[in-house]
């Protein structure tokens, strides 16, 4: 990268704002992060105050503590952060169970918060959009586990299937509208909730051999693939799921 690309680049998002679930920890936290470097006025959503305010004082971001798993608590923290010009619907959890174990609050948790607060936050933040006669670009944080059924992810690979889902009609829909909606779909990242559900050693290593460039991916690749999205230089991009996988899905 030239001194010119990495100057242009510290400009890219200059009198953005730009709303990030799951700020807190892991992808979210280093998009935040990376989105503020390039000049975004950033605003976090995270379940953790503690990790909010780590945040704040590392980044000067503006700040919403709240559980998208509330569906009215996720709406009413959204429309406390408009106008937003770009959203990165980041907040997801697992819960670990083997299919025929796996019950019904852990599913519908799951959904709730990996489906249904993107969907609220992304209806309140294209409304403002719209309202505003501007347009604006969205990415969801999916997973390769959209495409994949692994074990023991019944709940979380079925929600993941249905952030893609939901993301090529908002594209469809929203397109017109100037709005631009995609998702990313990472391999193993590591973040906290991933060396959890990936902290055996065989298990770990079954993964790696799948992955052709034989280790997981970092936040901040990521993170450096959804400023992407966000930005101009993706303004043709609408509808896709970016797989960000060392190559996992080629084989």
């Not at 000067?60 to 798993?69: F, K, S, Y």
Request: hydrophobic share 50%; net charge neutral; glycine share 8%.
């Amino acid at each position: 990268m030239s001194a010119t690309d990495t100057a242009d680049s510290g400009k890219a998002f200059s009198g953005k704002r730009v709303l990030v679930t799951g700020a807190g920890k892991g992808i979210g936290r280093a998009t935040a992060a990376l989105l503020a470097a390039r000049g975004a006025s950033v605003v976090a959503l995270s379940r953790s105050a503690d990790d909010l305010h780590a945040l704040e004082r590392a980044i000067g971001c503006e700040t919403h503590a709240v559980d998208l798993a509330d569906a009215a608590a996720a709406r009413a923290a959204a429309q406390a952060a408009q106008p937003i010009d770009l959203l990165v619907n980041n907040a997801g959890i697992a819960r670990l169970q083997p299919f025929l174990e796996c019950d019904v609050d852990a599913f519908d948790e799951t959904m709730a918060v990996n489906v249904r607060a993107a969907m609220i936050v992304g209806q309140v933040c294209a409304r403002s959009m719209i309202e505003r006669g501007v347009g604006g670009a969205i990415v969801n944080v999916s997973s390769i586990s959209a495409q994949i059924g692994f074990a023991l992810h019944a709940a979380y690979c079925a929600s993941k299937a249905a952030l893609d889902a939901l993301t090529r009609v908002m594209a469809v829909e929203l397109g017109p509208q100037g709005i631009r909606v995609n998702t990313v779909n990472p391999t193993v990242t590591l973040t906290p909730m991933a060396e959890q559900a990936w902290s055996d050693p065989a298990k770990a290593s079954q993964m790696l051999s799948r992955i052709p460039l034989n280790r997981f991916a970092k936040p901040e690749e990521v993170a450096q693939t959804i400023a992407y999205l966000l930005g101009d230089e993706a303004r043709m991009i609408n509808g896709v799921s970016l797989a960000v996988d060392g190559g996992f899905l080629a084989r």
